[in-house]
């Protein structure tokens, strides 16, 4: 498994953007890049995914560094319901076995 | 129903007792999985079941025992369990194969604690 490198945490405004990094130094070159989150008490949930391309979905913006050994979650508009643990996790896109190797994750304080 | 629900949400057992989580989800997911979260830490795999059929074991001790008598349900038996097992058991469950993304859906958690 890729180990991934993360800051232990970060703080936002609320409104303003984040952006959120991840170190993988050691990816393959057939994992995918996701991102989960964990708000409080809660399970984690699904943010984004990718290979090489940046993303964009309802939620973030995944921008990959062109080598692929870094990443950056963005978050366009902070709120307070974005406060969480964030996990960047290196993994296959599928398979019969595809497991989530969680790190250490980055923990996100919004400020109202 | 994007759900994973997980029962009970709380549990205490004393090392003696023999207990059992419960998962369910109805999204047609063939994979199910099993983590387990300590305090302040991340999740860490325990179990994988492909097609209702064990397929990854994480080393877990013994008494640990899953189960998975459908594709709806995931079962984890709990026997003999430690203090130190105390922990937040998170279930999730995913699409397989088909060259789409399987994005893993988490429940809840049981928070379980061993006296």
């Known amino acids: 498994d890729a180990k991934t490198t993360q800051p232990n945490s970060m703080e936002s405004n609320e409104e303003e953007p984040v952006h959120l990094p991840c170190n993988h130094s050691?990816?393959?070159?057939?994992?995918?890049i996701h991102w989960y989150r964990q708000l409080p008490s809660q399970g984690p949930e699904y943010v984004i995914h990718?290979?090489?391309s940046n993303v964009n979905n309802r939620m973030a913006s995944l921008a990959i560094a062109e080598d692929r050994k870094s990443s950056t979650l963005i978050l366009h508009r902070a709120t307070l319901r974005d406060a969480a643990v964030y996990y960047c996790i290196p993994a296959p896109n599928t398979g019969a076995n595809s497991k989530l190797t969680f790190g250490k994750g980055i923990t996100l304080s919004v400020r109202p | 129903d994007t759900e994973v629900t997980q029962t009970p949400k709380h549990l205490v057992m004393g090392m003696t007792n023999k207990k059992s989580l419960k998962c369910e989800q109805h999204?047609?997911?063939?994979?199910m999985y099993w983590y387990k979260q300590k305090a302040k830490k991340p999740p860490e795999l325990m179990f994988v079941y492909s097609y209702e059929k064990l397929s990854i074991n994480e080393s877990v001790p013994s008494r640990f025992s899953p189960e998975c008598p459908n594709s709806s349900l995931l079962n984890l038996h709990l026997h003999a369990l430690q203090p130190e097992d105390s922990a937040l058991y998170l279930c999730?469950?995913?699409?397989?194969?088909?060259?789409?993304?399987?994005?893993?859906?988490f429940g809840p958690g049981t928070r379980l604690t061993v006296l």
């Open positions: 050691t990816i393959s070159g057939t994992d995918y």
């Open positions: 990718g290979l090489t």
């Open positions: 999204m047609g997911h063939r994979a």
């Open positions: 999730a469950s995913s699409r397989l194969g088909g060259g789409a993304h399987n994005e893993q859906f």
